[in-house]
């Protein structure tokens, strides 16, 4: 367990009217929650619902304590709670899972992933459905704070904090892992905060870390301080995020504060939890942190009819909303693309982000030109990309360059040779060898380190970085979209043309795995696992794999590898016994 800490001055225990204002933001959490249950999902007004139910307490405390003046949340789809404590306002949040005009992503997502841009004050971090997509963004942002008082001289960053909030099942993602070995590595002021419901969707915790509980497991960690506790006991739980934010917010280095909370409804609206059964349902209900945090407050902090009152205000209060956004229209498709890219109005303006960049800071970038100045004698591409970056880091104190070996040796080719010399570690610098790592930092931390363009250059570990592509870009059609005018930040992405391609090409699918390992396969550069990947989910996997093949019929792997035909007078049996391959019961290979 971590180490108490002495200085606690700015995570004081709430006072008599902090907690009418906490019983407040459940309420009106768990008033969203019944609205949408109850009628908006029956109404078919809510398609994908997603309830906090059980897990609105424990982020609700917590919202009270991320009032750092540069504090930042990086959150998932059940962040909701924590979401209204930052400034979602109650509107905003239904207009999203109504899907109305006007709201966060108009549509285009899943009705709870948002984000808060903020130029002061706490902010949130765009949220994305991906799960563990959170993580990396944070870890960004928690540098960038660092970054930004010991480089900057920004006194607002010296006692904020990065918070990444995720689910148990979140723990298993490369994000997760990632994030923990940097922020450790670094000492950044970051929390983990995880809720732990025992499920990740239908699957329990124990296939997610052994023995289900991550606590346990990183209590050898070092650099990580490691809280655990009972989220159903409120006032414990209090005490413990007061603990864990205290000590980031001192600067003792990252933490990681596991609750475990009940998940009192389905994990979103079409979920029956018929895998839970009924004894682990009624047990989960007896667990409810919001009975548990009435009688821990009435009487003794709170009269019964304080309590009650705030509760009634709040269900007027979302009733009320439920109103105003009943009479929005739904978006017009038209404008679905609207804030995929830059937005420029008629006049050729560019609307500039919410947060983040040297524009909306007022300062504006050089002119540049179409015509070519040619200067000196001809240079190389790498001489050419090491000129620009030093320019560009004498030019803009915000600018950093970071990867894998970029700073004491200069890069492997050379292309940052001297940069870290002359400017400093702060500014180049090395990283852990995740390309997860160097990316997912950039949608935290280029936003707030001043870059309105992160840019990321990938080469090798494709498949990695287009994973985190595609997640991000999914991030960027989700709750980048914003439709008040200004997405949180934009990506430049300089990657390989096939790369490039692979991304295009395609959502998130297993078929374009497929499809990507096939062209790679082809080039002769990686022998393909389709069919460990196949044999993992035999059933859409194999959908998707045949149309992977149909694809790359061109390709000069040979069709047997993919689809063993039985010789004649041989069983599958037989010929997974030959070929040491799970084949289907119609004799194909899965
Ligand atoms: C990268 C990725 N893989 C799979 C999914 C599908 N999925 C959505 S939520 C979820 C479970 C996550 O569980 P947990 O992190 O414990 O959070 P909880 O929903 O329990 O709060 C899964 C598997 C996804 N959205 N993203
Ligand atoms: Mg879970």
Redesign the pocket.
Known sequence: MAARVENMSSAAPPEAADWLAIVHQVAVSRALDDLEESVLVPERKVLYQFSARGHDVTQVLLGQLLTGARDALGGYY?SRPLMLTLGLTIEEALASSMMRVGSMSEGRDIGVVFNLPRRDGPCALPVC????TQYTPAVGWAQALRYREEVLGDTRCARSIAVAH?????TA?NGFWSALNIATTQRLPLLFFI?D?G???SVPTEMQTPGGNIAHNLRAFRGLSVLDGDGSDPLAAAELMREAVGGVRAGKGPALLRLTVP?LSG?SGQDTQTYKGSAVIAAERERDPWGKLRAQLVPASLSAEAWDGAVERARAAVGEARERVEKRSAPDPKLVRRYVFTETSQDGAVEIQAQGGLWADGALPARGSEQASPQGPRINLVTAVRRTLEHELEMNARVVVFGEDVGRKGGVHAATLGLQEKFGVARVFDTSLSEEGIIGRHGGGGPHAGARDPVSQVRRSRSRAAERLRLDALADGESFCRADGGAHSRRILQVRRSLAQSIERGAVGARDRLARRHALERRGRRRIAAHGFARQRPDHILRASRAARFRCSASRVPRRRFRPALRPGESPAERRRAHGRHLGRDGRSL
């Open positions: 059940r459905g991906g799960v563990g995720g689910g148990d099942a979140s993602t809720e419901n499920y990740g969707i998940r994990h």
